[in-house]
């Protein structure tokens, strides 16, 4: 089956750190990849996607690229504010014409100190 | 983009009462709702499926007496939580999907409280 395995927090950082979050898949067929984010008390937001094979999505600095032979899609910023602190997600997407269900991790939460 | 509002944002109802929460797609049309919830300090977990028009397919070990979910429209979905138990307590979210490249749009959650 399909499952995505996501480096487990809580992950404490400094302001202008750089930020690693792993997440690593198993998938039948060819998935596509992406991360949210849930900031305090909201729901969740898209915040970057990759749908094929080296692609790399990037949104409000992060980045993220789809690594098929590592299996990999791990979440990257150079430097990190303060307003980052939320929970982050790494999903994955099997299209199946109406059926797309999303398939999350377990989310790994960001806190950033000045 | 596209928006779906999700009501209400939060709900403390009595144990053995039933609640409704209603997601709707402000500015496109959903063909497919998908309803999770989420557990303190764990992921999302996939409850159903539901397309305009249609049953909701359940995922396993997920009672659909117990969660009544309604697709009467293309804007409307709602998930009914009857007879509520503390063991409901949880944060419940929708994500609907178009005929459109906006993929998932997700609501912003109820955060439900069974007292």
């Known amino acids: 089956g399909n499952s995505v395995t996501q480096m487990e927090g809580p992950v404490t950082l400094s302001e202008e750190a750089f930020l690693t979050i792993n997440c690593t898949y198993t998938?039948?067929?060819?998935?596509?990849l992406f991360w949210y984010v849930q900031y305090p008390g909201e729901g969740l937001q898209l915040l970057l996607k990759?749908?094929?094979?080296?692609d790399k999505g990037s949104n409000k600095g992060f980045e993220a690229t789809y690594r098929k032979e590592t299996t990999s899609f791990h979440l990257e910023k150079g430097s990190v504010q303060v307003s980052d602190s939320a929970v982050y997600f790494c999903?994955?997407?099997?299209?199946?014409?109406?059926?797309?269900?999303?398939?999350f991790g377990t989310g790994t939460r960001l806190t950033i100190i000045p | 983009g596209a928006v779906v509002s999700q009501h209400p944002s939060r709900v403390i109802c009595k144990s053995g009462t039933s609640v409704k929460i209603e997601c709707r797609s402000l500015d496109f049309q959903a063909t497919t709702m998908f309803w999770y919830r989420q557990f303190p300090k764990q992921s999302l977990m996939l409850m159903a499926t539901s397309n305009e028009g249609s049953k909701a397919t359940y995922e396993q070990g997920v009672e659909k007496d117990k969660f009544l979910i309604n697709h009467a429209s293309l804007t409307l979905s709602t998930l009914t939580v009857t007879s509520a138990h503390p063991e409901d307590s949880s944060f419940y979210i929708c994500g609907g999907t178009g005929v459109s490249d906006y993929g998932y749009t997700f609501g912003s959650g109820t955060r439900l409280t069974v007292v």
């Open positions: 998938a039948t067929g060819y998935p596509s």
């Open positions: 999903a994955l997407m099997i299209s199946n014409f109406g059926n797309e269900k999303l398939t």
């Open positions: 990759a749908t094929k094979a080296d």
